[in-house]
């Protein structure tokens, strides 16, 4: 059974640190691209962050210089460092673990989420 299981969520005022973690379980985790998404109430899920499963990062442009994905294979983790935090950072995020099958196929799969919320 595949599980993600996220945490490290919480209120955080504007400036703020938080960091984000991902533990994965029943895949093999070091084959697997990782990335964190989130989604805003009323906007769509949208990629934040991702590393390949060679370790080759990339950032949305509103999280660059802000945000950093790293991943330890060693204890199945990734994780999400999100420094300088802004209210429109506000929002549920989530990690995702996706494997290319073929050339037009991926096995994916998604955690729970846990909710970040920028205020003062």
């Known amino acids: 059974q595949v599980q993600l299981v996220e945490s490290g969520g919480g209120l955080v005022q504007p400036g703020g640190s938080l960091r984000l973690s991902c533990a994965a379980s029943g895949i093999i985790f070091r084959t697997y691209a990782m990335g964190w998404y989130r989604q805003a109430p009323g906007k769509q899920r949208e990629l934040v962050a991702e590393?390949?499963?060679?370790?080759?990062?990339d950032y949305a442009d509103s999280v660059k210089g802000r945000f950093t994905i790293s991943r330890d294979n060693a204890k199945n983790t990734v994780y999400l460092q999100v420094d300088s935090l802004k209210p429109e950072d506000t929002a549920v995020y989530y990690c995702?673990?996706?494997?290319?099958?073929?050339?037009?196929?991926?096995?994916?799969?998604w955690g729970q989420g846990t909710q970040v919320t920028v205020s003062s």
């Open positions: 590393i390949s499963s060679a370790g080759i990062t």
């Open positions: 995702n673990a996706e494997r290319r099958v073929t050339t037009d196929t991926f096995t994916t799969y």
